[in-house]
């Protein structure tokens, strides 16, 4: 079974930066996409950023500038760099990817980080 596991998260004063980890249990064969998603008390899950298999990448215009997306060296790690975090970044954070242990492809959440920027 796959299973998706987030660090990273905590509390951090506005301006602050953090840096979340999610880690596969198991490497995959191909990946389509890893992505973060959050999502805030009272709102819909949203997504935050996005890596493709190509190394193309896509942000949420609120984030742009202020996070980041990456790769691990190996297949089964990605990261998000946060920094000037702002008040309205406090959300549960959530890994996705969509890979294929062979060559069917499926959707793999983790748990969820939380996040929380205040003073």
């Known amino acids: 079974q796959v299973q998706l596991k987030e660090s990273g998260g905590g509390l951090v004063q506005p301006g602050g930066s953090l840096r979340l980890s999610c880690a596969a249990s198991?490497?995959?064969?191909?990946?389509?996409?890893m992505d973060w998603y959050r999502q805030a008390p009272g709102n819909e899950r949203e997504l935050v950023a996005a890596i493709a298999s190509d190394g193309t990448t896509n942000y949420a215009a609120s984030v742009k500038g202020r996070f980041t997306i990456s790769r691990g060296n190996i297949k089964n790690i990605t990261y998000l760099q946060m920094i000037s975090l702002k008040p309205e970044d406090t959300a549960v954070y959530y890994c996705?990817?969509?890979?294929?242990?062979?060559?069917?492809?499926?959707?793999?959440w983790g748990q969820g980080t939380q996040v929380t920027v205040s003073s």
């Open positions: 198991v490497t995959f064969n191909i990946i389509n996409v």
């Open positions: 996705h990817v969509r890979g294929a242990r062979t060559i069917t492809f499926s959707d793999y």
